[in-house]
RNA sequence: GGUGAGGUGGCAGAGUGGCUAUGCGUUCGCCUGCAAAGCGAAUCUAUAGGGGUUCAAAUCCCUUCCUCACCUCCA
């Protein structure tokens, strides 16, 4: 499997002989969390889902940063303490992503749990003499690395002209970035040069390093921490250990609502749970996955309105196979073994070559699409929906989606009900057949009146369909 | 200003030199008691503008214009 690398601006090949090494930088929980997030987790999501499916051990560390300005700010706002602020919303993060149908990562490390580790980092760096101690805190000497602007393509020069960098007297060069800021406000921590706490950037390098050790495979994020996050976190890390960081940095692209950016300010952004509303988690991971990682995309009711009725096809398709009966068929065993195999061909060789969902779930609705072909022309049997079923449940796991299910008692409810309605069609007392179909719909499932039977699937109830 | 990604039919989105995907939409039809769903057919002949290379360009080169993102906290 190939991924583009920002760093090398090349694809490179991931190493699937021993454990695959992947860190995502999580969310900062101070608030809510977005469609934006939603879609770089989305995608890391189905990565290691796939990673795993060709049986590659995945090591997924997903952190949350839970010191930041923006934590302590909103603590004070609520006259609470940044405690309650994180632990609700790493609560609500959990809520959201569950919902979602998001694998949970193997460790979610936490910023304040990880003081001492950034503590002897920064020492490290001190020692080392990258960084050093100033008035406001300990600040990392950019000039010292050699490598800084190395992935995010910029050049130090530039970004000194550029003047956009907070003045801060202090600082021994305005690129210069906090290691570990002093204050006396809560949440503060001890360290060797003062009461504080650390900078953004650090707790990244000490707990990657901690739990997956230098030069592992994949290092992700959303595009926008390329700058300064990451290029900081290489200039720390690499400084420390003076050999490389990660073999493969991956960013997953903007989300942008109706053609703008979302942003707080634009009052646009959507919020998980609202989506979640509105459109329900298949079609939300759908959408995420609708457009290549490394592009932006656009939420807009339209497309997602398009993938509800693809959605609707697929759920149709596994019910018909489910349901499907041992009748004779005309269709052969063969030529369906052979668009299964192309399928799956499609559906891996689109991964394979940097990720492309896009692509994958192209091959899966063809799949679809092939068997509702069968299934509308009275040519899919039990036989072949056995053979079928495993490659389409297999595409839908890697994408995450689920199929609506119903219990024994309400799948004997139903049929119950066909029943009942089938003989009241046969009398060509259309009303209360009608009726019945009514209140079955009110459930959710929606029956299709085949030729000799009637045929019943449960629809996943979008929100903004009611 | 710098960096990166783009500009393809009503919309989404493939396609890196010739055979002009595909999906959604729309229209019609099949099916149905009626629906819904499904299926079929038709429709759409598009490649930001201007140059150039070539027998041949959406695809290569030059140029102009435009859009978006990042450059500050940000997934």
Request: charged share 25%; glycine share 6%.
């Amino acid at each position: 499997m190939k991924i583009f690398d920002t760093l090398s601006v090349a694809e490179k090949n991931v190493d699937t002989t021993n454990q695959v090494r992947i860190y995502l930088c999580g969310v900062t929980v101070y608030d809510e969390s977005h469609i934006g997030h939603a879609r770089t987790i989305i995608i890391f999501d189905v990565l290691r889902r796939y990673l795993e499916l060709h049986g590659a051990k995945v090591n997924l560390i997903q952190n949350f940063t839970d010191v930041d300005d923006k934590i302590i700010n909103r603590a004070k706002n609520e006259n609470t303490s940044a405690d309650v602020i994180t632990t609700r919303y790493i609560k609500n993060y959990f809520s959201d992503f569950d919902r979602l149908n998001v694998k949970r990562a193997d460790l979610y490390p936490k910023a304040t749990e990880h003081i001492q580790d950034m503590i002897s980092l920064i020492s490290g760096l001190v020692e080392k003499g990258f960084a050093y101690g100033s008035k406001n805190g300990v600040y990392f000497s950019v000039l010292k690395f050699a490598g800084y602007g190395k992935l995010s393509k910029k050049k130090i020069d530039e970004l000194v002209s550029g003047a956009r960098v907070e003045v801060d007297e202090t600082k021994k060069d305005p690129l210069d970035f906090a290691l570990w800021k002093f204050s006396d406000d809560s949440p503060s921590w001890d360290s060797p040069w003062g009461k504080g706490r650390p900078g953004w950037h650090i707790e990244c390098s000490a707990m990657s390093l901690k739990y997956l050790g230098n030069d592992f495979e994949i290092h992700g994020g959303g595009r926008d921490l390329i700058f300064p996050h990451h290029e900081n976190e290489i200039a720390q890390s690499e400084s420390f250990s003076g050999i490389n960081f990660a073999k493969i940095w991956m960013h997953v692209g903007m989300v942008t609502i109706n053609g703008e950016k979302m942003s707080k300010s634009l009052g646009n952004t959507k919020s998980i749970d609202h989506v979640l509303n509105t459109w329900g988690p298949n079609i939300i991971r759908l959408f995420c996955l609708s457009g290549h990682y490394t592009k932006p995309i656009d939420y807009s009711e339209e497309m997602l309105k398009e993938i509800i009725t693809k959605w609707r096809q697929v759920e149709n398709c596994y019910y018909e196979m489910i349901l499907s009966d041992n009748l004779q068929t005309t269709e052969s065993l063969d030529s369906v073994k052979e668009f299964i195999q192309e399928s799956r061909t499609e559906f891996a060789s689109a991964l394979d070559s940097d990720f492309d969902t896009p692509l994958a779930v192209g091959a899966f609705f063809k799949l679809v699409k092939n068997i509702n072909q069968l299934a509308s022309s009275e040519k899919l049997n039990k036989e072949l929906s056995d053979y079928i079923m495993p490659t389409f449940q297999e595409m839908l796991s890697v994408l995450g989606l689920v199929i609506p299910q119903v219990t024994d008692d309400e799948k004997n409810q139903i049929t119950n009900l066909i029943n009942q309605r089938n003989e009241l069609r046969e009398q060509k007392k259309f009303q209360e057949a009608d009726a019945i179909r009514k209140q079955i719909s009110d459930k959710n499932i929606v029956l299709i009146d085949h030729k000799n039977k009637t045929l019943w699937m449960k629809q996943e109830k979008i929100g903004i369909e009611n």
